[in-house]
């Protein structure tokens, strides 16, 4: 089984180098570390003092990977999630935060469990989230991975700006629906006409 440390090194994997796009509401970001989370929680790294964009150039691979483990794997209690669920849900997390729970929660729902969505994960989701594993081991990731790349497409629909995340200018599938597709079984994988017709009303 791959450790929550090989999970973090996938992460800054795919979340790459020191990127500041305008149309991204995180900000600068260095290995998918944003600067609100660096002033959240107080990394001067240069130490003049302010948290600005010379800090977020400063962080290192290795300072990420310990950011991940400590602020988006271990305080959310994804390590209390079933360990099915746990890689997608904390690379979700890292991506989207709260919501990576949300979206969980609300599967738990349509699935009949009577849990709030709050995109915390407490006593309620936890117990969910076990007796769905059980009930269904086989499926519970890939339910959970379809539903991530369902609600990328919703933000696709409601924020034109982010639509170059999910949609390449070729056409094809973004950085986003590859990104949740690498926690999709490939036979549930969108075809490249099934994805053009989901977003054909993009333009």
Request: net charge neutral.
């Amino acid at each position: 089984m791959r450790t929550v440390m090989d999970l973090a090194e996938e992460i800054v994997d795919r979340e790459g180098g020191f990127v500041n796009d305008p149309n991204d509401p995180g900000g600068a970001t260095n290995f998918g570390v944003t600067i609100h989370t660096m002033r959240r929680l107080g990394l001067d790294l240069t130490g003049d003092g302010a948290v600005d964009i010379d800090d977020v150039r400063a962080m290192t691979r290795a300072q990420a990977v310990e950011i991940f483990v400590e602020h988006y794997y271990h305080r959310p209690r994804i390590a209390a999630l079933p360990e099915v669920l746990q890689p997608s849900v904390f690379d979700m997390y890292v991506n989207a935060g709260g919501n990576a729970v949300r979206i969980l929660q609300r599967l738990l729902i349509d699935m009949g469990y009577d849990i709030d969505v709050d995109g915390a994960i407490g006593p309620q989701t936890l117990r969910a989230a076990q007796s769905a594993a059980l009930a269904a081991p086989d499926h519970i990731a890939d339910a959970y991975g379809i539903a991530r790349r369902d609600y990328y497409y919703g933000l696709g629909d409601r924020r034109p700006a982010s639509r170059r995340y999910a949609k390449r200018r070729d056409g094809g599938k973004g950085g986003w629906i590859l990104r949740a597709e690498v926690f999709i079984s490939p036979r549930y994988h969108l075809s490249a006409a099934a994805h053009r017709e989901r977003t054909a009303s993009w333009g």
